[in-house]
């Protein structure tokens, strides 16, 4: 890929706009996979915005959904979330004046998107908690040299574990995570390396057993430390066996079906509330009472048409539109949109 001479690009007095760094495609296939899997997760969640709350008996294949699905995905999305910050704040370094007013800009966008959704949507947005975490944690982070970084994930992770909070808890930590992998060079390598994560991947699975168990067996409540580390650590065993993969002849089918959605995770994340409130009218009841076959027709539905989408789109232009408006609010300059070649 042949960069743009930095001295071409106009500038204004805060930024230049940067050329666009070669994207690593392992991100794109880990960040589609997981909005596929949050899509599934969210589904009845979304489409029950407005209806009574009914006591009800439970529903076949609920079981296996709590097992791999329910809060499986975010921790992978927060993870790409602290990569995606440490890639941008190196990517501004050397061509900003004021790098952290680039990443302060482009929070404050995603905190105002987050709040729109939030009110007008779906009260389950997870956009303004992101914006917030990272405004008071990823940040100030960027200050601190990186074995503090990764010293204070690994406390941010570990404490709630141990007192048994909820997965949002471990929101601070996970994005931490991601950035003190993106400064000890583990993400620039990612593509290279697939002896860490054959070895992890089992490593996390064999964790993984006893924690199911606990969550089955001993944690009643959805959102309590079992549930929490089996998602942690479940998650885990999902990124380790895709990067794996990636590394056989499969990797052209997984870059084909999930790379499209993940390049732009932002517009389908958004899109798919709308698309679940519509099916949702649509069918009408009370979605509690949907089977999981059910939820998964209405996710796979929804997925088809943004992976068409997707790709259609990214044919003819760079971003997806609402990935290039937070960029635009980033770089506060508006950047191009379609391909130049």
Not at 233 to 246: D, P, Q, R
């Amino acid at each position: 890929m042949r960069h743009q001479d930095p001295r071409s690009v106009p500038e204004t007095p805060q930024a230049t706009i940067s050329p666009r760094r070669p994207r690593i495609a392992a991100l794109d296939v880990v960040r589609g996979f997981a909005l596929c899997g949050i899509l599934v997760a969210n589904v009845q969640p979304i489409a029950h915005v407005g209806s009574v709350a009914v006591d009800r008996a439970p529903i076949p294949g609920e079981e296996w959904m709590g097992l791999l699905v329910d809060q499986r995905f975010f921790p992978i999305f927060s993870l790409l979330f602290g990569v995606g910050f440490s890639l941008l704040l190196n990517s501004a370094t050397d061509r900003a004046a004021h790098p952290r007013l680039l990443l302060l800009r482009r929070l404050l966008a995603l905190l105002a998107l987050g709040l729109v959704h939030h009110f007008l949507l779906w009260e389950g947005d997870i956009l303004a908690i992101y914006a917030v975490v990272g405004l008071v944690v990823l940040l100030p982070s960027t200050w601190l040299p990186r074995w503090a970084v990764a010293g204070l994930a690994a406390a941010l992770l570990v404490a709630p574990l141990i007192i048994g909070s909820g997965f949002l808890v471990l929101v601070p930590g996970l994005f931490l995570l991601g950035s003190a992998l993106t400064r000890y060079g583990v993400i620039a390598r990612i593509e290279r390396s697939t002896r860490g994560p054959a070895v992890l991947g089992p490593a996390l699975a064999v964790g993984a057993v006893p924690a199911l168990w606990w969550q089955t067996h001993v944690g009643e409540s959805g959102f309590s430390g079992s549930f929490a580390l089996a998602g942690l650590l479940i998650a885990g065993v999902y990124v380790c066996a895709l990067l794996v993969l990636l590394r056989t002849p499969v990797r052209p089918a997984l870059q084909a079906v999930f790379a499209p959605l993940g390049r732009m995770a932002l517009t389908n994340y958004l899109t798919a509330t709308i698309l679940v409130l519509a099916i949702s009218r649509v069918l009408g009841g009370q979605s509690d009472d949907w089977s999981s076959t059910t939820v998964l027709l209405i996710a796979g539905a929804i997925l088809a048409v943004q992976w068409l989408w997707s790709a259609l789109w990214l044919r003819r232009y760079q971003q997806g539109p609402l990935e290039w408006l937070w960029r635009w609010a980033t770089w506060a300059r508006r950047p191009p949109l379609r391909h130049t070649s």
